[in-house]
């Protein structure tokens, strides 16, 4: 809601809003190189045309700190919804994809596009409210990059314009009153997950990052073919055959069984699909072509 955002925040939307043309959320966003804008209308990360990532930026999160800079702190905390309490599948589906877009462009250098909003219910309501609609959509004309990326703290720092700059100690501490990132669970001390638990959070993040994008992920470990999930789309297409192998503290390596490597000498759609914290609430994924395998940190030696 527009009472919640930082007054130099709004001035900007709200000169945005008034000199600009007039244009829907979908609009906005197809206009900004989204292919297919109406039907990933519900999601609020895209990769637009010349690989470049575009991410909503909800304005009553956008903090102003130190000489004016704008700075978002972003929740690497897929379960949790903004306002506390857990998210239902789709919800946890539709962050992770949103992470998995923020991670690209953090990995490759790259800044990103912001398409500044403001919404008709209260912020910390925002993903427990079924009426929740956007107010306003603006795109931002400063680009925007993830200065920091902590998954121990559950957190990353999107900061607004030159990368010479962080919020002070004092600035973060006025961003997490905002409430956007749920503070740290303490969890009970607990053993390191075992290699059989790490490997099916592995498959199990893969069937549903897939699925989430209308594919079929078909697991076929059982089949020995050197692979595991073949992924397909609607007309039963083969699209990839993924060999998937999940990481985590504890279990950071993995082998490649002489089935895969032959499988990967066939070449195409086969790939090396590394999920990394694979149980934890930050999994995250990196696909290898056949000629990319030995580059994959943490792979050891053939299996005899």
């Not at 600009?20 to 990933?40: L, Y």
């Not at 086969?270 to 072509?289: E, I, N, S």
Request: hydrophobic letters at 40%.
């Amino acid at each position: 809601m527009d009472k919640e955002v930082d007054p130099a925040v709004l001035a900007v939307i709200n000169e945005k809003r008034l000199t600009g043309e007039k244009r829907t959320p979908v609009e906005i966003i197809a206009r900004m190189g989204v292919f297919d804008a109406r039907q990933q209308a519900a999601e609020n990360a895209w990769l637009a045309t010349g690989d470049n990532v575009i991410a909503t930026l909800w304005a009553e999160f956008v903090t102003i700190g130190a000489g004016g800079r704008w700075f978002y702190l972003e929740s690497l905390d897929v379960q949790r919804r903004v306002g506390g309490g857990d998210r239902s599948a789709q919800q946890v589906q539709r962050a992770k994809n949103r992470l998995d877009l923020l991670k690209r462009s953090l990995d490759a250098g790259l800044g990103l596009r912001a398409v500044l909003q403001t919404n008709r219910v209260a912020i910390l309501e925002l993903e427990s409210d079924r009426s929740a609609k956007v107010s306003t959509r603006v795109p931002d004309d400063q680009e925007w990059h993830i200065a920091t990326w902590d998954p121990d703290q559950k957190m990353a720092v999107l900061v607004r314009g030159p990368r010479d700059w962080l919020p002070t100690e004092e600035d973060m501490q006025a961003a997490r009153a905002r409430g956007s990132v749920p503070a740290v669970p303490q969890e009970a001390p607990s053993g390191p997950a075992s290699r059989e638990e790490v490997q099916a959070a592995a498959m199990d993040y893969l069937t549903r990052h897939f699925a989430g994008y209308g594919y079929k992920a078909e697991n076929v470990s059982g089949q020995k073919l050197g692979y595991d999930i073949e992924v397909s789309d609607k007309k039963g297409n083969t699209l990839l055959k993924l060999a998937v192998k999940g990481t985590a503290p504890g279990a950071a390596s993995f082998q490649l069984t002489g089935e895969e490597r032959a499988c990967a000498k066939r070449g195409d759609p086969w790939r090396l699909a590394v999920v990394t914290d694979a149980p934890g609430p930050t999994a995250q994924h990196k696909l290898y072509k056949p000629a990319e395998v030995d580059q994959a940190p943490g792979l050891e030696p053939l299996l005899d």
